[in-house]
């Protein structure tokens, strides 16, 4: 594997990694680990430096990839110690730390020591986010965090929420100034103190910006779906009067902001060409309408037509 790519936007850098440079890394990384890789895999890494302290990489790769923190290099850990998250995104993913053994499902969050012997093996198609901090980064009482088992319960609603941040995280860094990228590392590690906690916390301010685009995502992506400010704050585990403070910061409401997008995506699909064996019952559902008679009076206060009408208008000209 020769093939390397490096793309740059401030504090963010996307690579793939030749074997030279995945050997290079492994030895130079906050955590210093052996790496392995198989002859026909690949390996992308995006890395993101959110702080001085706090950092944030996606990793992904196909064929067989796994690095190993050796009795040797657990050794030589002193001082301030470096810790590692790493949260399964997608694939098959096996982990090794401190006599247990376990192959862990996707959305599993596992944190390593450095002054531990530990190994992680991702096989085939997989990707891991990976938060990377000092341990003194984390509140006096909690930097006393000791073995883990084989990672937080993926049933607290505190590691659901932190793994779903850390996504939205890696997507929105590029975008933020190096202040809000701070700001946005430190939520991290509150939200970690939570999961290690296992507590309900709300959200730390220093997050709004990431967890507000979180919130935008989800709604995109479940367009159909029930999206009440209460449907949003229960399943991200925040208070109803959070969710609205969020929209508020992007000047609008949430029951707005989604009937906007569900409109708007409307419009689109009755525009669409290859959308037009739909009926208008079919496009209404699809973007959270069950009630087709509300969908054509809303679809028509905000564009002035019916459904039908705009359809029609913009139904392409017949060719010969």
């Not at 504090?11 to 492994?26: F, K, N, P, W």
């Amino acid at each position: 594997m020769t093939r390397r790519r490096r793309t740059t936007l401030d504090a963010v850098q996307s690579a793939y990694l030749s074997h030279d440079d995945i050997h290079r890394q492994a030895r130079e990384c906050v955590i210093p680990v052996v790496a392995y890789t198989g002859d026909a895999g690949t390996v992308r890494m995006t890395d993101q430096d959110l702080s001085g302290s706090i950092g944030l990489t996606r990793l992904s790769t196909t064929g067989s990839f796994r690095k190993v923190r050796t009795a040797r290099l657990a050794a030589t850990s002193t001082g301030n110690e470096m810790m590692i998250l790493s949260v399964g995104l997608r694939g098959d993913f096996r982990a090794r730390q401190d006599g247990w053994d376990a192959s862990l499902s996707a959305g599993t969050a596992v944190l390593y020591q450095a002054g531990h012997e530990w190994e992680l093996q991702m096989r085939g198609d997989s990707q891991a986010q990976v938060l990377r901090f000092s341990r003194d980064a984390l509140p006096a009482a909690a930097r006393d965090v000791g073995d883990t088992g084989p990672g937080l319960s993926t049933r607290s609603p505190a590691t659901a929420l932190l793994g779903r941040y850390l996504h939205q995280l890696d997507a929105s860094a590029a975008g933020l100034s190096p202040r809000q990228r701070a700001d946005a590392g430190e939520a991290a590690i509150v939200l970690l103190t939570m999961a290690l906690r296992d507590t309900r916390t709300a959200m730390p301010d220093a997050s709004d910006p990431v967890f507000l685009d979180l919130l935008q995502a989800y709604v995109r992506d479940h367009l159909a779906d029930s999206l009440t400010v209460d449907d949003l704050a229960r399943l991200h585990h925040v208070s109803a009067r959070h969710i609205y403070h969020l929209f508020e910061r992007a000047g609008t409401t949430p029951g707005a902001y989604v009937r906007t997008l569900r409109l708007g995506t409307a419009r689109d699909i009755l525009a669409d060409p290859a959308q037009a064996g739909l009926s208008i019952k079919q496009v209404a559902a699809m973007t959270g309408f069950p009630n087709v008679r509300t969908f054509y009076r809303a679809f028509q206060q905000r564009f002035e037509t019916t459904p039908d009408g705009f359809r029609h208008d913009h139904r392409p000209p017949f060719s010969a």
